[in-house]
Each structure stands twice: as C-alpha cells, then as structure tokens.
C-alpha cells in the first residue's frame, strides 16, 4: 500500500509567494515564512515551482529556493523553468532532494533518459495534464522515472489506467473529505495545491481521519507505549536531547504520558514542567519548535535520547545549549571526529576573511583572489599524485591535508559550507 503524502506547493514569483500558476497575486512576501508554518503543521514534502523569468530572476529564485531547502523539515521538491540537465542539476544542488520535468514541454521529455542517468531514477519525476503525455511515453517514464504529478485533477482515473506509477495531484479547490475519495486511488501517493495550502492547519486532523478510514499516511508509530517506561518519583522520564546533525547534547527535559503522546502524534518534542506542572511544547512561545528525529529508550528503559532538527536556541537564556557553565576541566586532546575537525579550522579561515590578521598565510590567499586561490589548489592536486607514487605513505598524508586547506579556503571565498558538502554527499 502506497503512503499518501499532504504536499503544500510554494509558486515562486518575482522572490515572492503567488496563488498558483495563472494567478500571480502574492500570498505571501517571504515565502520562508510558508515553510515554518508548513514545518508546523506536520507536511510531508512540499513542491516548489519557479515561476521565474529571465536568467536573473532565474539565478535569485535559486538562491531563495536554496534558503527553503534549509528552512525545510520536509523533503523539497523543485519544478519549473526547466530546459535542459543544467537546471535540473541546479535544482537538485540547491537541496531538493527530486526535480520535475514538465511534459508539457518536448525539451523536457527529450532530457528524461540523460537526467535520469545523471542523478538517479529517485531523484525524477514528470509533471503533466494530458494523460496522453504518459501514455505516449510510458515505456520512458516506467523506466527513468520515479513518480508523477498530474496537474489536472479530472484525469486520475485516466492515469492510473496507463500506469502503475504513483502520482500526486495537484487540487486547487476540493470539499476536504473530497480528499479520502481521491486518496482512495491506488496509485496516488500525494495531494498538492492550494487544497492542501489553504488548508495547512487541518493536516494533522486529516492524517487521523485517514488513518481512521485505513488510508496509510506518514506518522511517526512508536515501538514502545508509555508503560513500559520505568518512571521516576514523579511519574515521568527525563528526556536528553541531542542535535541529530552535530550531536550537539542541548538540553535535558522530562515527559508525562501526555508529553509522551503528543510528540509522538504531532512529530515536535513536547515535555511536562514541573516549574508551571503544565504541558510544554517546546517554541511554542519562542518559535524555537524541536523537531523529533528519533527517540531512542536506554537499556533500564528509564530515561530517552531524543535527536532533534533545532529551530534557533534550546536554552531559554538564548544560548543554543542549555550547558555553558563549565565546572572544571583537565586539559586533554579534543575529538578528532573528521567533520568536528573540518568545521574548527573552516572556522578559523572564515574569520580570517572577515578580520584579517597581519602575516597570516590565509589572508595572503585572499588578498590575491580567486586566481591564487585556484592555482594553488591545482599545485597541492598535482602534489598528491606525485606522492602517491611515493611507497611512504606519509608523505600523502601531508599532501592531503595541504589540499583541503587550499580547499576549504575556496570554500570561503565562493561561500560553500561543510554541511552544504557533506549533505549533497549523503544525497548521493
């Protein structure tokens, strides 16, 4: 059984959010704003269109669609104004996770078997209105691509008499329980649109309506019910959470039965104060939402570890961990994790570019500019070759650690990230 997924839709025009592809009147001025409440309200992915015109406005819907990547808790989907592999692949590095190419447009279907191949079946799916597109084509799309999104909701039926592909549907208007019908399609794996746009607030309530009436949707299911917790003296478990990014441990909190529940229904950590003896989700007040990655109980299944998205600071002091007060320490050698590492010295190089220090060797690179910048990186590539030829297997080592100098040095002047590197890595 396919999961059906609530997909909000964000039609990007002139930096701003509009109603939908005919209808370019704004919605809303910062469409990051969209993705926090979307973030909010327990959406599965959402799809981005890029309504843009000209490579200028092209190139600044990129560079907002990248910050929605960021902002996102869902997985991004981007689609529109594409015309050939580049952008696709300007897509997928911006940090959605799929591209759409639209059949409406020959370019596009001639691109399918290359971008496929390129980027990988998973990262492709097509969007249409006219179920002959598919038909025409279903032999390609069976086989490079990995699902559709039919743009005209009358032709569901139609559709999934072609094809086994799953498809979502973008709605612009439907009654909402409109939606268990449509979902009732064996092959819909998704309803997009300003439907489920206008509607962002009920997605929780409909998620348990469709679970209600045996339609499968993505929840969070938990392995284990609250009784099987030992609790302490005040019937609750504590809770230590952790940044499931940097493992980072931010603060250390306690559940009830009801904080239990509730973060497991809604997916955002929510905890019992003992200070106000009230329920407490977390950014509620302060926009600072936690959001649930895992949890994971310890072997006495008396005290749970909780990995996180963390939206701003974890401390009510402002700080992004609630442990800053350092009792004492004995001086030893810190982690050498490889990325721990990478972002310390990343650190340091940065701040050299921003406050520049007489003699430095970093600086000297800067000043000179991207020119330096590249021709050393050439010298310490070809310096690595030359070593590796070397049986002393030092000598690379050093060669080695010379190079991602130069290279995170570029990285600070082009404005790339670690993170930006290492999730596009996991992407593939």
């Given at each position: 059984?396919i999961t059906k997924k609530f997909v909000p839709c964000i039609y990007l025009y002139h930096e701003h959010a509009v109603?939908?592809?005919?209808?370019?009147?704004?919605?809303?001025?910062?469409?990051?704003?969209?993705?926090?409440?979307?973030?909010?309200?327990?959406?599965?992915?959402?799809?981005?269109?890029?309504?843009?015109?000209?490579?200028?406005?092209?190139?600044?819907?990129?560079?907002?669609?990248?910050?929605?990547?960021?902002?996102?808790?869902?997985?991004?989907?981007?689609?529109?104004?594409?015309?050939?592999?580049?952008?696709?692949?300007?897509?997928?590095?911006?940090?959605?996770?799929?591209?759409?190419?639209?059949?409406?447009?020959?370019?596009?279907?001639?691109?399918?078997?290359?971008?496929?191949l390129k980027f990988g079946r998973d990262k492709i799916l097509v969007s249409y209105n006219d179920p002959q597109a598919?038909?025409?084509?279903?032999?390609?799309?069976?086989?490079?691509?990995?699902?559709?999104?039919?743009?005209?909701?009358?032709?569901i039926r139609e559709t999934q008499e072609i094809t086994g592909l799953p498809f979502y549907v973008q709605i612009n208007?439907?009654?909402?329980?409109?939606?268990?019908?449509?979902?009732?399609?064996?092959?819909?794996?998704?309803?997009?649109?300003?439907?489920?746009?206008?509607?962002?607030?009920?997605?929780?309530?409909?998620?348990?309506?469709?679970?209600?009436?045996?339609?499968?949707?993505?929840?969070?299911?938990?392995?284990?019910?609250?009784?099987?917790?030992?609790?302490?003296?005040?019937?609750?478990?504590?809770?230590?959470?952790?940044?499931?990014?940097?493992?980072?441990?931010?603060?250390?909190?306690?559940?009830?039965?009801?904080?239990?529940?509730?973060?497991?229904?809604?997916?955002?950590?929510?905890?019992?104060?003992?200070?106000?003896?009230?329920?407490?989700?977390?950014?509620?007040?302060?926009?600072?939402?936690?959001?649930?990655?895992?949890?994971?109980?310890?072997?006495?299944?008396?005290?749970?570890?909780?990995?996180?998205?963390?939206?701003?600071?974890?401390?009510?002091?402002?700080?992004?961990?609630?442990?800053?007060?350092?009792?004492?320490?004995?001086?030893?050698?810190?982690?050498?994790?490889?990325?721990?590492?990478?972002?310390?010295?990343?650190?340091?190089?940065?701040?050299?570019?921003?406050?520049?220090?007489?003699?430095?060797?970093?600086?000297?690179?800067?000043?000179?500019?991207?020119?330096?910048?590249?021709?050393?990186?050439?010298?310490?590539?070809?310096?690595?070759?030359?070593?590796?030829?070397?049986?002393?297997?030092?000598?690379?080592?050093?060669?080695?650690?010379?190079?991602?100098?130069?290279?995170?040095?570029?990285?600070?002047?082009?404005?790339?990230?670690?993170?930006?590197?290492?999730?596009?890595?996991?992407?593939?």
């Amino acid at each position: 059984m396919i999961t059906k997924k609530f997909v909000p839709c964000i039609y990007l025009y002139h930096e701003h959010a509009v109603r939908n592809l005919a209808d370019t009147s704004v919605v809303e001025t910062d469409p990051l704003r969209l993705v926090h409440l979307y973030n909010e309200n327990n959406a599965d992915e959402l799809i981005v269109f890029d309504l843009s015109e000209g490579d200028e406005e092209h190139e600044a819907a990129l560079d907002i669609l990248k910050e929605i990547c960021e902002t996102a808790e869902m997985d991004v989907i981007g689609a529109g104004n594409v015309k050939r592999m580049e952008d696709v692949k300007k897509l997928l590095y911006a940090g959605c996770k799929k591209a759409v190419l639209d059949y409406g447009k020959e370019s596009n279907i001639g691109i399918t078997e290359e971008v496929s191949l390129k980027f990988g079946r998973d990262k492709i799916l097509v969007s249409y209105n006219d179920p002959q597109a598919v038909a025409a084509n279903k032999e390609l799309l069976e086989k490079y691509v990995s699902a559709m999104v039919l743009m005209n909701p009358h032709q569901i039926r139609e559709t999934q008499e072609i094809t086994g592909l799953p498809f979502y549907v973008q709605i612009n208007q439907i009654a909402l329980n409109k939606l268990m019908e449509i979902f009732s399609y064996d092959s819909v794996c998704g309803v997009t649109g300003n439907t489920i746009n206008d509607n962002y607030g009920e997605i929780l309530s409909l998620k348990n309506l469709c679970r209600e009436n045996g339609i499968q949707v993505e929840t969070f299911e938990a392995a284990y019910l609250w009784s099987d917790f030992k609790l302490n003296s005040d019937g609750m478990v504590p809770v230590v959470v952790q940044d499931y990014r940097t493992l980072e441990v931010l603060m250390v909190a306690y559940m009830n039965e009801e904080a239990y529940e509730q973060t497991i229904s809604t997916g955002k950590m929510t905890y019992f104060s003992r200070s106000r003896n009230e329920l407490w989700l977390k950014g509620a007040t302060s926009g600072h939402f936690q959001y649930v990655k895992s949890l994971t109980a310890d072997c006495d299944m008396d005290t749970i570890l909780a990995k996180v998205s963390q939206v701003g600071a974890a401390c009510h002091t402002g700080a992004r961990s609630c442990f800053f007060h350092e009792i004492t320490r004995k001086d030893y050698e810190e982690s050498s994790n490889p990325l721990q590492v990478f972002e310390e010295v990343f650190e340091v190089i940065k701040d050299r570019k921003v406050h520049p220090k007489e003699g430095s060797y970093t600086n000297y690179l800067f000043d000179k500019g991207i020119d330096k910048i590249l021709k050393k990186l050439g010298e310490e590539s070809t310096e690595i070759v030359i070593a590796a030829k070397n049986p002393n297997p030092n000598e690379i080592k050093y060669e080695i650690s010379d190079f991602l100098y130069h290279m995170m040095v570029l990285m600070a002047e082009k404005d790339v990230t670690w993170e930006e590197i290492t999730t596009e890595l996991a992407n593939r």
